[in-house]
Nanobody
Framework: VQLVESGGRSVQPGASLRLSCVAS????????VGWFRQVPGKEREFVAAIRWGVGNRYYAESVKGRFTISRSSAQNTCDLQMNSLKSDDTAVYYCAVDRNGLSYSPADYDFWGQGTQVAVSS
């Protein structure tokens, strides 16, 4: 599976952004698609995930209520709607696929995109 993210850019605090992840190759219903983010010098951290088959959604506490993950099986895409952005949300955002089910650890994900930069500043 190859993943390509898009939608990242520079915005002001309070703004909204929608990130998209397009997958080439089949994503099985037992898989989970996740979004992670990383800033220089820090570990990659879990943001949100969705079970591809049933659509159950999971969020990091830091983004709960502000971010929404969604997927389209027909289009093989997974989006991350980000509202009320804060400076702490600044990071490179990655889309990833875990073939074995839900995990919050990036080490368990099998496929990764190249990332898209989100910068939040005034």
């Amino acid at each position: 599976v190859q993943l390509v993210e898009s939608g990242g850019r520079s915005v002001q605090p309070g703004a909204s952004l929608r990130l998209s992840c397009v997958a080439s190759g089949r994503i099985y219903s037992s898989s989970v698609v996740g979004w992670f983010r990383q800033v220089p010098g820090k570990e990659r951290e879990f943001v949100a995930a969705i079970r591809w088959g049933v659509g159950n959604r999971y969020y990091a506490e830091s983004v709960k209520g502000r971010f929404t993950i969604s997927r389209s099986s027909a289009q093989n895409t997974c989006d991350l709607q980000m509202n009320s952005l804060k400076s702490d949300d600044t990071a490179v955002y990655y889309c990833a696929v875990d073939r074995n089910g839900l995990s919050y650890s990036p080490a368990d994900y099998d496929f990764w995109g190249q990332g898209t930069q989100v910068a939040v500043s005034s």
